[in-house]
């Protein structure tokens, strides 16, 4: 259902979402709550994705770029620290690795309920002594939401090998776009109504401001990052590896 859920081939690794699809995945590893990454090393196609610095979370990991076709296989290792791993593996660390070439080429068009919909084609023609790789997967949702997340994104792989893993060289080059409406804060009325539904609030204490942030409108707090031309994540990495 989502590609954080490649992850979940490392025993005792859950993968989660809150609030809608977008950000990065919820973590928990032998009951550590890692939020949104922290304390769990992470790398795809041999590209680091925690982040050092960042206002959601430190080693925030968003890893909504991964085409699970493309997956060959999770290394991972479970333990209080790996030096070799960096300061984010305090709880674990995993290495997604991608193919270098397809047994055939693949185009995959999906659809379904809930505005969701999925694009995907991939090839791997031969070129000169390697392979070149190349996928494109695009796709969106809207989720289970009475405001639906109008989650959209692009995503591009291209990879160029030759030789072998001891021996060779390869190139890869990744791309990643992605907008949505995040889940709003909602008028105060429209919480308390749903409190007092199921009795645990008095109706007539509705429509109190005693829950209310100072200065926010009866009408809630609208999202300014909605347009498609302003994209709430981007992602572009190039390796080189020899």
Do not use: C
């Amino acid at each position: 259902m989502r590609a954080g859920e490649v992850l979940e081939t490392v025993p005792g690794l859950i993968i989660s979402q809150h609030s809608g699809e977008g950000k990065a995945n919820q973590y928990y590893l032998r009951g550590f709550n890692l939020d949104h990454g922290t304390d769990f090393s992470t790398s795809a196609a041999g590209m680091p994705v925690n982040t050092p610095t960042g206002a959601h979370a430190h080693g925030y990991a968003d890893i909504s770029f991964l085409i699970p076709e493309l997956v060959s296989g999770v290394q991972f290792k479970k333990g209080p620290y790996f030096a070799d791993e960096g300061d984010f593996s305090a709880a674990g660390a995993a290495s997604v690795s991608y193919v270098n070439q397809l047994a055939r080429p693949m185009v995959h068009l999906s659809g379904g309920g809930q505005g969701w919909g999925r694009f995907l084609g991939a090839v791997s023609p031969k070129v000169a002594d390697g392979h070149l790789l190349a996928a494109l997967e695009i796709g969106h949702t809207d989720g289970p939401w009475q405001r639906p997340d109008d989650y959209q994104k692009t995503n591009a792989v291209v990879r160029y090998t030759r030789g072998t893993a001891n021996n060779g060289f390869s190139l890869t080059g990744m791309g990643y776009w992605a907008d949505w409406r995040s889940t709003d804060q909602v008028p105060q009325r429209a919480i308390d109504a749903g409190l007092s539904r199921f009795g645990l609030i008095d109706p007539s204490d509705q429509g109190q401001e005693n829950s209310r942030l100072p200065g926010e409108p009866d009408e809630g707090v609208d999202d300014v990052h909605t347009h498609p031309a302003i994209p709430r994540t981007a992602r572009l990495s190039l390796q080189v590896r020899f």
